[in-house]
């Protein structure tokens, strides 16, 4: 049995959560140039921050500089780094990675892919190519909503369609780092319930921690170790590069864990 196949089966496996969370990703990106336009466009946005207490504004993490300099090309980059959209582009990843090795550990159906002629690395690999297509898939849905809904909805401002681009790569990345941590995890583990308690618990700290450190200076300290804090949506739509810096933490990141964790598996005692 070829790689390909096994990835294959594995995407087909739980397709149906799958499919839902890319259609959430893209009916809610989908909906942020719509509501630009309910607003007024850039101008309109820019009104409503300014309205907004300093306070407020903070929380929101809304600038109304930033909003006034950036006019839609910023409002829409707010979408994705909205909580909705990161549980939404987090679960799926956390869900494919926990399932594929950790699950299939736990339910026993490992030992019919070890039966066969197929080493444990061709078995790794085809986790590691899944998590690389359900990548591009979710980052792809969010651009493909964004664009849809700019050109359904005709909103004022402008925006470069070629910045789109970097903004899936950054979309990417960021899935990438969250799949293959979550992927070393489940090398190790007998279960994916525990797995997906320990990555749920590791981004929810990861997202405490970037969006109160701008508020809350005894957190500002621990940004830097922080995945989202290297995800900057903002600066790939409107200025349409993507931070050395932030690429390479977060690839890194997701290439760490996959090595990791593929060291784990090929050592590790599975049931046969």
């Given at each position: 049995m070829t790689v390909a196949l096994l990835v294959g089966?594995?995407?087909?496996?739980g397709v149906g959560g799958t499919l839902a969370l890319v259609a959430g990703i893209?009916?809610?990106?989908?909906?942020?140039?719509?509501?630009?336009d309910s607003m007024g466009g850039a101008q309109g946005l820019q009104s409503l921050v300014e309205t907004l207490p300093p306070g407020m504004q903070a929380i929101a993490r809304l600038d109304p500089q930033f909003v006034a300099l950036?006019?839609?090309?910023?409002?829409?980059?707010f979408g994705y780094t909205h909580p909705l959209y990161l549980v939404l582009i987090s679960s799926a990843m956390v869900g494919f990675a926990a399932r594929s090795l950790a699950g299939e550990i736990d339910r026993g159906t490992i030992a019919v892919a070890l039966a066969r002629p197929i080493s444990r690395r061709s078995i790794y690999a085809a986790r590691v190519a899944g998590l690389v297509a359900l990548s591009a898939a979710l980052s792809l849905a969010g651009t493909a909503g964004t664009l849809i809904g700019v050109l359904v909805a005709r909103p004022e401002g402008e925006l470069t369609y070629a910045h789109l681009v970097q903004l899936t790569m950054t979309a990417a990345l960021l899935a990438w780092a969250i799949g293959g941590l979550t992927l070393?995890?489940?090398a190790g583990s007998s279960t994916s319930g525990r797995v997906v308690g320990m990555?749920?618990?590791v981004l929810v700290i990861s997202y405490f921690v970037d969006y109160f450190a701008d508020v809350w200076s005894v957190l500002e300290p621990l940004a830097p170790y922080?995945?989202?804090?290297?995800?900057?949506?903002a600066h790939a739509l409107v200025n349409g590069a993507i931070r050395p810096l932030d690429a390479a933490v977060l690839s890194l990141s997701g290439l760490i864990g996959v090595v990791a964790g593929a060291l784990i598996f090929d050592r590790r005692d599975l049931p046969v």
């Open positions: 089966r594995l995407l087909r496996r893209l009916v809610f990106q989908l909906l942020e140039p719509l509501i630009a950036s006019g839609l090309a910023g409002f829409l980059s070393w995890a489940s990555a749920t618990a922080s995945l989202f804090n290297y995800f900057d949506p």
